[in-house]
């Protein structure tokens, strides 16, 4: 269970941060009711949500949406803000690839898809280079540091 504190509109001390369900540690506090888990995620989660929703109407920020556009492109092919290789986002594509193609309901197709995908970023990696985005001594980085 999380410890992390709210008001009655879930929102932290950091303005504009707001959380709910096990972050937060839930109606209960450490003694989680395991039948009340889903309703209160969904409870605190709405509220959570519109106390956000209310907060971004009223602030003075606005997103820019070519900022926006070119992150989201990034998310979707794998990159990081400099251009470098994103290990969590692969990892993630390599889950969803399993998920679809290499589950306990696999076909011939499947797998030969799921291998030729493999192979293909399997021969992206020697070209690797250690991103900007990550001060590690690996030579590419995890997406986690």
């Given amino acids: 269970m999380g410890g992390v504190v709210v008001d009655t509109a879930m929102a932290t001390r950091v303005p504009g941060l707001y959380a709910s369900g096990e972050a937060v ?3 209960n506090g450490a003694n989680r009711l395991s039948g009340n888990a889903i309703t209160e995620a969904l409870v605190f ?3 959570a949500g519109a106390s956000a929703a209310e907060f971004a ?3 003075a920020v606005r997103a820019d949406a070519s900022a926006f556009a070119a992150a989201t492109r990034r998310l979707q ?3 990081t803000a400099s251009g470098g290789f994103d290990s969590a986002a692969r990892i993630e594509a390599l889950q969803n ?3 679809a193609d ?3 309901f696999r076909t011939a197709a499947g797998l030969t898809r799921a291998l030729a995908q493999i192979r293909a970023w399997r021969a992206e990696l020697p070209a690797l280079k ?3 985005d990550c001060p590690t001594t690996r030579n590419w980085p995890t997406g986690w540091t």
Wanted: proline share 5%; charged share 25%; aromatic share 0%.
């Fill in 45 to 47: 989660g709405r509220k």
């Fill in 102 to 104: 290499v589950g306990p």
């Fill in 130 to 132: 250690r991103s900007r």
């Fill in 77 to 79: 092919t794998g990159a």
């Fill in 25 to 27: 540690g839930g109606a």
């Fill in 97 to 99: 690839l399993m998920q």
């Fill in 57 to 59: 109407a009223k602030s």
